[in-house]
């Protein structure tokens, strides 16, 4: 289900932060930290993103808020605007990460096997 506002809080506008995961999506492959061998310290959006459970609604506003205002492009095709955003915003994504992993592992997701005529069809090559 989606979120639900409350009656008279403003209704919100683009969402930016998909631009973000794009960006971050194409951003170059992660470094290794000096001295750390193998660390993959990058700041990545995980699948969970944007799910808004609710017992996890207080930290996931906190993170969407931040990421909104910290992503913001400063030219066109900005391919760094969700990198600085996330960056500006870790510790506020750390928090939504934990609580929706651990809502997650409570509630796990339901699949569900959509008709044939729905599904991808392979490349013919």
Do not use: I
């Not at 492009?73 to 934990?98: H, I, S, T, V």
């Not at 651990?102 to 008709?115: F, G, N, S, T």
């Amino acid at each position: 289900g989606g979120s639900r506002r409350a009656r008279g809080s403003p209704r919100p506008g683009p969402l930016p932060w998909r631009a973000g995961r794009a960006a971050v999506a194409s951003a170059p492959p992660p470094r290794v930290a000096p001295g750390g061998e193998g660390d993959m310290s990058e700041l990545r959006l995980k699948d969970h993103f944007p799910r808004n459970p609710k017992p996890c609604r207080a930290v996931a506003e906190t993170f969407f808020t931040c990421f909104t205002e910290n992503s913001v492009q400063l030219k066109d095709a900005d391919l760094e605007a969700g990198e600085r955003g996330l960056k500006a915003c870790e510790k506020q994504m750390r928090a939504y990460d934990a609580c929706v992993e651990r809502y997650l592992r409570k509630h796990p997701m339901k699949l569900y096997r959509v008709q044939e005529e729905y599904r991808d069809k392979p490349a013919a090559s």
